[in-house]
């Protein structure tokens, strides 16, 4: 019986670890559990398609036509923010690789040096000084990185995610250094758009009462139902999105993530002060809402070589295509393999690896003239390295 392992070209996001989950050939990333971003977008659209269908041809009609358009753009706003909190990269950062780690373990254990048996090792942790104030840099024991400032592992994604705030059910997706501003816009936009409903649904239906000279009484009619349903959603969802957008609002004027307010990290405990604020409100509210963008780091979309094992009667089907074989990587930064987006002057160094790297049989010896990445799909097979057991 023989196994036969198959070479394809993929994209790097169908082999990053941790539970995101990703949609569009990797353009969209989220986290795995997303029932809670389904009642968020159903409890948006719902309340302002009833807004629209029966309040806004009232409104638009007795007070002004702006009243409809203002919501409607207000909407559509609150809906870009969202999905784009939603659908993107928080700035998750990559893990390790297997080599990496053993690298940084050597390095720990040469810097700690023998422990006793029976002893608890010293604490994975490095110090770093940012503006005058000492900062540690913690150990993650899942990505096997030394996590950078403001970085913290979530539980829920399982991936270390760069100047972490906190993992959002209602968006579906960790908040982050790549996504705060625009969860930031989402909650208060949607502040403010609760708010606007809330108004005109209270004038519509004061106008209504006093236009036919009676008092409603839930449910006179159909429409005054719906209405009154979307004062009550309006009026709970107030509380919770204004009080939210105000906490945020605060934090954003600290330059401080909520992560780092629950967990006291500048509190002035041990003298340690936020060294990250500016000590201005107005500099630290540019540099969150207005500073860089970040790229994201993982190259989701990134071409990768995947090893994979297939029985032997795929394999023979598949063995006429057969060329070169290549060692697994998974490594999410650069290819192994050269392609065409490999820098030139790092090319003859790649190709030297590969071809020191142990090859199973010797009946390929062209495997430094590896085939260029063109093709952008997983469409399988430009090399077969195969393993025989016997
Ligand atoms: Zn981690
Ligand atoms: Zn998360």
């Known amino acids: 019986m023989s196994a036969v392992m198959i070479t394809r070209k993929v994209r790097k996001w169908e082999k990053l670890p941790g539970k995101n989950t990703f949609c569009c050939d990797g353009r969209v990333m989220m986290a795995r559990q997303k029932g809670v971003f389904y009642l968020t977008l159903f409890l948006i659209i719902g309340t302002c398609s009833l807004f629209f269908a029966f309040e806004c ?25 969202l999905l784009r909190t939603s659908f993107s990269d928080p700035g998750v950062l990559p893990r390790a690789l297997p080599e990496e780690a053993t690298f940084i373990e050597m390095e720990i254990e ?46 829920i994604c399982d991936n270390c995610v760069d100047r972490f705030d906190h993992h959002c059910p209602w968006v579906g997706n960790c908040v982050g250094k790549r996504n705060y501003r ?78 780092e307010d629950i967990k006291g990290s500048w509190s002035g405990k041990n003298r340690v002060q936020n060294p990250y604020s500016h000590k201005n409100i107005i500099k630290n509210c540019c540099e969150v809402l207005c500073g ?5 780091v993982l190259d989701r979309r990134g071409l990768m070589q995947d090893i994979s094992p297939v029985s032997a ?31 030139d002057d790092a090319k003859p160094n790649i190709a030297a690896s590969v071809q020191a790297s142990p090859s199973p049989k010797e009946e390929h010896p062209s495997a430094s003239k590896l085939p260029p990445l063109a093709s952008p799909e997983t469409d399988v097979e430009t090399s077969i390295a195969k393993d025989k057991t016997h």
């Open 313 to 343: 009667t795929s394999a023979t089907l598949s063995s006429s295509s057969s060329v070169n074989p290549v060692p697994q990587t998974t490594k999410t930064t650069a290819p192994l393999i050269p392609n065409e987006h490999t820098p």
């Open 110 to 155: 040469a810097a700690n040096g023998n422990v006793p048996a029976g002893q608890r090792p010293p604490p994975r942790i490095r110090n770093v000084q940012i503006n005058n104030q000492i900062v540690k840099l913690k150990y993650c024991y899942t990505c096997k990185i030394f996590r950078p400032p403001r970085a913290s592992h979530c539980s």
């Open 182 to 259: 625009y969860f930031y816009l989402f909650t208060l936009s949607l502040s403010l758009l609760t708010i606007y409903i809330f108004t005109f649904d209270i004038v519509h239906v004061v106008m209504r009462k006093y236009q036919t000279h009676r008092c409603i009484v839930w449910p006179a009619s159909p429409e005054t139902g719906f209405t009154v349903l979307e004062v009550l959603v309006c009026f709970f969802t107030l509380w919770s999105v204004v009080g939210l957008t105000g906490f945020h609002t605060y934090l954003i004027s600290l330059n401080q993530t909520t992560n």
């Open 292 to 296: 860089p963008t970040y790229p994201s």
């Open 57 to 81: 041809p009232y409104l638009a009609v007795h007070l002004s036509p702006a009243i409809p358009v203002f919501a409607v753009l207000l909407f559509l706003f609150v809906m870009a923010m």
